[in-house]
């Protein structure tokens, strides 16, 4: 069975800091890995994703994410983050690109302080 | 990028009735729509999968009975929640793929409140 965890429940960055989010994923398989962001009420907005090639994908808002297999881990980064950048993050494996189901971390609460 | 919407964004209702929910994919066919249930404060759990003009695949624990799921159309997936309680409360949140897209797109959520 698949699973994520995010160890990390909250995290507060001062405005400019850099940011990490960790995540630690569980699959038996090549796994597909994806960052979802979501603001209070609502839906999710894909940040970026991760299917095969190059271990350091880009994605939008500025955010990137390394996947590492040895060490089965997917974690965002940001170099500078903006007070916008408050918002729940979750990251989530899936079982192929699209009409697969995915498995949810339990999310990690980003507070931004001025 | 692929657009999914939901409606209604918010819903309250009294306990014993049902719930409609619906969800759109507004610029591409959907072949496969998911279901995903989020208590606050707390992580999505999927509670089926949809394939168009099939039935759904519930997740363990999830009562088919309960959450009725109908995909009859390539742009529509319905969850109706049947005779709901409070404890039905929560966010309920789509998301859909197709054939041309490489991921799932997730629409707003719907925020059911049962009295």
Redo the contacts between chains.
Sequence with gaps: AQSVTQPDIHITVSEGASLELRCNYSYGATPYL?W?VQSP??????LL?Y?SGDTLVQGIKGFEAEFKRSQSSFNLRKPSVHWSDAAEY?CAVGAG???N???????T?VLVKP | GAVVSQHPSRVICKSGTSVKIECRSLDFQATTMFWYRQFPKQSLMLMATSNEGSKATYEQGVEKDKFLINHASLTLSTLTVTSAHPEDSSFYICSASGLRTDTQYFGPGTRLTVL
């Design positions: 994806f979802y009420g609502q839906g999710l907005q894909l994703k299917f979750f690109a699209a009409g189901k995915l498995t949810f971390g339990g999310g609460r």
